[in-house]
Every structure is written in structure tokens, then in C-alpha cells.
């Protein structure tokens, strides 16, 4: 029986597969550079078209290969804010979540909801807009209507000694697809900022 890889492998695979590619080492040589747009077309390179096409290429056949081994797309991450540690679920970024992957992730999401809640209480908060290009100021009481229409969660921080910013992302569908932004409206998410009064995000 031949060996499975685990998610841990996978995940080394595709980033050496990934510099591979970005180096040059790995083209697809049928890949054109055109969408079709000669505007937008003027500003692409063969190559690159080629090394980016001969990665997604590779990347999908890592999705099948999840999928026909059952190979999760789940890591486990720790965050520790204001003394308070949580450890939860995360899809893996260049992995898929599998469906029993999916059902990790959902039933994580409202303790670590509740555990951004109470590490945020007093700063404020912004709800990305534009493509994360921009920023809203909200009230806490927005988060209700925004979590009851998604499925899962992901959190991140930046602190620095004056400086802290906790980042709740709230999606729905595929991980993978939602934050590449490429599988809209199946896949998507809303990135909800936490920073100290008076800042601004930062990410």
C-alpha cells in the first residue's frame, strides 16, 4: 500500500512547489498571457502567466488528491490576546476544506467568536470594505447580523508595543475560495478589525 500524505506534507509540497514556480523552474508552456482585455493584456509576461498557470495547475491536482485520500485541509493554530489564550481550527490557505473539514469549522466558530468578543471589548471596530481597501466604523451590535449569515471564523493579531489589531474573518463555502475572493457568492468572507480607540487597521 502506498504511503498518504498528511496535511503537514501537502502543505510543505505546495509552498516548495510554489518558489519552484516563481523561480522560473516550473512553466506552463501552453499558458497565454490573455483575458481578452488589451489593456490588461499589455501589462502581462509570458512568464509569468506560464509560472502562475503551472502552479494553479499543480495546486488542483493537490485539491484531488485530498479529496480521493480524504486529506484534511484543517491546522490547528493558537492565539493568545490580552492574557487569554484559544486554540482553533484554521483551513489550511493553499488546501480545500473537506466537507468533514467544513463541519470542524462550524462547530468552532461560535467559542471563537466569543473568545474575539471578549478580548475587543473597548476598542473599536471596522468592518473592511472595497475589497479591504477601506474601512467602516461599526458598533458590536453589527457583528450579530453578519455572524448569523456566516458558517465559520479565523483569527489573527498584530502587536506591536503601542499598537494591537485583532482580525475576525466571518465566511462561508469553501476557505480556500473566500479568501482569494474566487468563489464569490458561493465562498466568501467579511474581515471585522478590532484596534485599540483612536487607531486605524492596519491589514
Known amino acids: 500500500m502506498s504511503k498518504v500524505y498528511s496535511t503537514a506534507e501537502l502543505i510543505k509540497i505546495l509552498e516548495e512547489e510554489r518558489q519552484a514556480c516563481l523561480h522560473g523552474r516550473r512553466l506552463n508552456l501552453t499558458a497565454a498571457p490573455s483575458t481578452g482585455n488589451p489593456v490588461i493584456d499589455g501589462f502581462l509576461t509570458s512568464d509569468g502567466v506560464q509560472k502562475f498557470t503551472a502552479y494553479q495547475n499543480f495546486k488542483a491536482a493537490v485539491h484531488e488528491y485530498q479529496r480521493e485520500h480524504q486529506v484534511s485541509g484543517i491546522v490547528w493554530r493558537e492565539i493568545t490576546v490580552k492574557g487569554y489564550t484559544l486554540r482553533y481550527p484554521a483551513a489550511a490557505d493553499q488546501l480545500i476544506a473537506l466537507p ?8 468552532a466558530k461560535a467559542s471563537m467568536v466569543e473568545f474575539w468578543q471578549q478580548v475587543t471589548e473597548g476598542m473599536d471596530l471596522y468592518l473592511s470594505v472595497n475589497s479591504g481597501k477601506d474601512f467602516r ?4 451590535t453589527d457583528l450579530e447580523a453578519i455572524d448569523r449569515r456566516t458558517e465559520w471564523a479565523s483569527l489573527w493579531k498584530w502587536e506591536k508595543s503601542d499598537f494591537l ?4 474573518q466571518l465566511g462561508w463555502g469553501q476557505p480556500e475560495e473566500a479568501y482569494y475572493k474566487r468563489g464569490w457568492p458561493a465562498s466568501g468572507s467579511e474581515y471585522i478589525h478590532a484596534v485599540k480607540p483612536g487607531q486605524k487597521p492596519i491589514c
Open 100 to 107: 468533514i473539514d467544513l463541519i470542524t469549522l462550524k462547530a
Open 137 to 140: 466604523s461599526i458598533e458590536p
Open 165 to 168: 489589531e485583532i482580525l475576525l
